[in-house]
Each structure stands twice: as C-alpha cells, then as structure tokens.
C-alpha cells in the first residue's frame, strides 16, 4: 500500500525560501512509470499544481512558477522535495504531494496523495 | 494558457443525476481528470483519461467529453457523494507544459 507523507515547517516568513519533503513508502520512487507532484490549495480555495519530477530528475514546472520552485529527487532516501523561494502570503496553503502514473504513454492522473501540509506564511 | 470553467456549485437531490460541467479552449486535444475532494480530506481520483473509471470507484461516477467540454455525471447520487469536485487538463501549446485544475464545483446532496 502506496503512503506518501508530507513534512516541513508550519510557518515559513516572507521572502524566505520554503521547503517541503515527500516521504514515499509502500513502492519505490525510482519506477519508471510514474510522475510525483506537488499541488497545492490555499484554504478555501482551488488546486494549484506546482511542478512534477519523474525518477530520473527530470522536472516539468508551472509556468507561473517556474522562477520560484525547485523540485527534486532523493532515491536513497525514497523521498522528493519542494523548494520555493521569495515565499509570500499568498503562498500559504496546504501543500500536497501525489503520484501519476503513466500507462502506454498515457497520464492516467493522480491516483494517489499524501494527507497534506498546512504552510503560513507570515512574519 | 487557457482557462478550466466549472460551475461553483450544484445541488440534487439523493437519487437524482447530478452531472458536473468542465470548460475549456484545450479540452478537446486533452485529457480530462476528476477528483473528488470531502472537506478536510485529500482528493481522490474519480475520473482519468475522460472517461476511465480507477479501480474502487463506484460504477455510478462515469465521465464524457465533447469538444471543449467535458461532464461528470453521478449517477444515483448518495449522501456520501457531497464534496468539492475538481477537473484537471494539461496545456502544451506553450513551451512549458502545465497543468490546469479547474476552479472547483462543490456538489450538494439536499
């Protein structure tokens, strides 16, 4: 059974740099079938997807956050991370990690999520 | 990049259809995801690929697309359906690829 797990700290202050890690367990992050992404959701509001990682490092970034957001992958330790600089408020939210597989070339979304974590943003 | 238009809300009554619209200039060279969100929770994939259904959702979610847009339909809504409800698409006309949620429709079961 697939568990992803999301850490960092709570509150981060502005213009600092954010960084958040993905615990995998269960299956291995080095599969070739799959994509690992960061969506996130300030409270009350939409999803926002950040950026997706595959096992050998190649990244795929939001465009509108492609100068802020550094995405990357540990396979010794099972684990992914997000980096995000020049944080604001408006970057507070519920941070999720989640995983995609790929079947024939095909996106079949993602199936699986972490619980999420909250990030404040504020001084 | 386009934009992905849900409606903010609907309501049916237990039983009824409830069917949930995602619009969009690029839908029709994309896939479309449904994801089911209850409040406090993570979502959860309903809907890949237009119209697959991933194994352990009910047959009664079922998903249909048509030009720029595509539809979530629940078919004998229960009580256990009421949640916020997400559509996802990809853009890659622009040098970047993204990935585009819808704004959400949040479904009550009166």
């Known amino acids: 059974q697939l568990q992803l797990q999301e850490s960092g700290p709570g509150l981060v202050k502005p213009s600092e740099t954010l960084t958040l890690t993905c615990a995998v367990s269960?299956?291995?992050?080095?599969?070739?079938?799959?994509?690992w992404g960061w969506i996130r959701q300030p409270p009350g509001k939409g999803l926002e997807w950040l950026g997706s990682?595959?096992?050998?490092?190649?990244?795929y970034y939001s465009p509108s956050l492609k100068s802020r957001v550094t995405m990357s992958v540990d396979t010794s330790k099972n684990q992914m991370s997000l980096k995000m600089s020049s944080v604001t408020a408006a970057d507070t939210a519920v941070y999720y990690c989640?995983?995609?597989?790929?079947?024939?070339?095909?996106?079949?979304?993602?199936?699986?999520w972490g619980q999420g974590t909250l990030v404040i943003v504020s001084s | 990049s386009y934009e992905v238009t849900q409606p903010p809300s609907v309501s049916v009554s237990p039983g009824q259809t409830a069917r949930i619209t995602c619009s969009g200039a690029?839908?029709?060279?994309?896939?479309v995801y449904w994801y089911q969100q209850k409040s406090g929770q993570a979502p959860v994939l309903v809907i890949y690929?237009?119209?697959e259904r991933p194994t352990g959702i009910p047959e009664r979610f079922s998903g249909s697309s048509s030009g720029t847009t595509s539809t979530l339909t629940i078919s004998g809504v229960q009580a256990e359906d009421e949640a916020d409800y997400y559509c996802?698409?990809?853009?890659?006309?622009?040098?970047?690829?993204?990935?585009?949620f819808g704004g959400g429709t949040k479904l009550t079961v009166l």
């Open positions: 989640a995983r995609e597989r790929i079947e024939s070339g095909d996106i079949e979304g993602f199936g699986d």
């Open positions: 269960g299956d291995s992050i080095s599969g070739s079938n799959y994509y």
């Open positions: 990682i595959d096992y050998s490092g190649t990244t």
């Open positions: 690029g839908l029709s060279r994309q896939y």
């Open positions: 690929k237009d119209a």
């Open positions: 996802q698409s990809a853009d890659i006309s622009g040098f970047y690829p993204d990935k585009l």
